[in-house]
């Protein structure tokens, strides 16, 4: 090869002489769940009071605590602890809590019903107008309590910012601990943590339908890179692409109906395009260099992709026919990883500058870039489904860990385990 990426596709590793493959969707132990650390706010902050909601103490899940730590983490928020408990139907003193500081004021309750469900409850006030701004109703069970309470959060979010709420989302992201590798998939605060895939051979690249109901990822369990498609309802594997060579670096087209590959079955790497169930392979690219990591724009007419037909790999863009082939990144010798925003203004990648490998940030109207991390080792940039945060995966203190960042670089959150290395993330979308 020409270039060498962070974690190359192609370097296949030493293979363990048993494997561990285990389909079944479980949940982990607590050792694996993701610790977050949080570090910076935005330019303005929204100052918040969130009441205990009542009767909030017979559920499982404290309800308020969950909201507020998921404002706190959006670093959007100003979270003013009430330090009492009220409910959506208390009368509210608007004049006292605009006095404390709050310009928005929650309150809830929570019920048990008679078939073992909970009646979540909620309200949202504007202390400023004295209105009323949203309110939201809904019986969930237990193990539903913290979905429930990241919806009220993203209702939140969107009612204060006008901007959609991705606290409801999930994440993927492959766990490796000793010679065990695990497909994880988690909350956005990274709670709930559920295993899609064990291995004892590597998983990397995995991608999330749009649908949020499939996660397409290589596994090197055939003793090869292979293709496949984990639809995770049901565990049900297909396997999309297992040609000579290396096949790799899936990734979605917007409708769901088709993935963009990376395979070496007829020479070089070139892109591919496959419909979803593995039929209709279509070859994109006809270059003698090495073209891999597709990506698909959001409007689905264009994939990005690199490439080191220039000598080294950057960052291109053609059509769906293979034509019309730009270059997108020339600031410096040395950039991976395309990843589009999902309004199609803004392109993440990785960059080596003086040595170090970091995640950039490129508005595409003007090609003006920002450096948005302070780390080394950055790989595997995915944006949040609203556009406003990007996950990578970094290393701090010979630990491998996941980052998020705001796109302004304000604000980072640092998603670490006790015991194993965490690569690989990629962000579900926003969940229907």
């Known amino acids: 090869m020409k270039f060498h990426f962070l974690r190359t596709y192609t370097a296949i590793h030493k293979i363990a002489a048993v494997l561990l493959l285990n389909i079944v969707f479980i949940t ?106 949203s309110n939201m109703s809904m019986a969930v069970q237990a193990r539903s309590l913290r979905t429930a309470a990241h919806q009220i959060a993203d209702d939140i979010h969107e009612k204060l910012t006008g901007v959609r709420g991705i606290f409801a989302t999930r994440i993927a992201y492959v766990n490796k601990t000793g010679h065990e590798y695990r497909l994880e998939i988690a909350d956005a605060d990274g709670e709930g943590v559920q295993i899609a895939l064990r291995s004892n051979d590597p998983i990397i690249s995995p991608s999330w339908s749009p649908d949020g109901t499939k996660v397409a990822y290589v596994s090197f369990e055939a003793k ?127 960059s080596r500058r003086e040595g170090r490998f970091q995640l950039f940030l490129m508005n595409l109207s003007n090609a003006q870039e920002q450096g948005l991390s302070n780390t080394n080792k950055d790989e595997s940039p995915s944006f949040s489904p609203n556009g406003k945060y990007i996950m990578y995966a970094t290393e701090s203190g010979r630990r491998d860990l996941l980052a998020i960042t705001s796109i302004d670089g304000r604000m980072k959150q640092y998603l670490t385990t006790k015991i194993s290395d965490i690569r690989e993330p990629t962000w579900g979308p926003f969940m229907k």
Do not use: C
């Open 224 to 350: 090869k890179p292979v293709v496949y498609v984990q639809h995770l309802p049901t565990q049900k594997r297909t396997v999309i692409a297992n040609y000579k060579g290396n096949n790799s670096a899936p990734a979605w087209s917007p409708d769901g109906s088709k993935l963009a590959l990376a395979l070496s079955r007829d020479g070089s790497t070139q892109i591919y395009i496959v419909n979803a169930d593995g039929s209709n392979l279509q070859r994109l690219s006809h270059n003698r260099d090495i073209d891999t990591e597709p990506q698909f724009s959001p409007d689905g007419r264009s994939i990005y992709f690199t490439s080191d037909r220039s000598g080294g790999p950057q960052i291109y863009k053609m059509n769906l026919s293979g034509k019309e082939i730009q270059r997108i990144t020339f600031n410096s010798n040395y950039n991976i990883s395309p990843r589009i925003s999902p309004d199609g203004k803004s392109l993440a990648y990785i």
């Open 28 to 133: 982990t132990n607590a050792n694996a769940q993701l610790n977050v650390d949080i570090s910076g706010v935005g330019a303005n902050q929204i100052p918040i009071a969130i009441a205990s909601f009542a009767d909030e103490t017979i559920a499982p899940q404290k309800i308020s605590a969950i909201i507020k730590a998921d404002l706190l983490r959006s670093g959007l928020f100003k979270v003013i602890d009430t330090g009492i408990t009220i409910s959506e139907t208390s009368t509210v003193n608007y004049v006292e809590w605009k006095s404390r500081g709050a310009d928005a004021l929650v309150v809830g309750s929570i019920q048990k019903l008679v078939d073992g469900r909970f009646d979540v409850r909620y309200k949202l006030l504007d202390t400023l107008k004295t209105t009323q701004l």
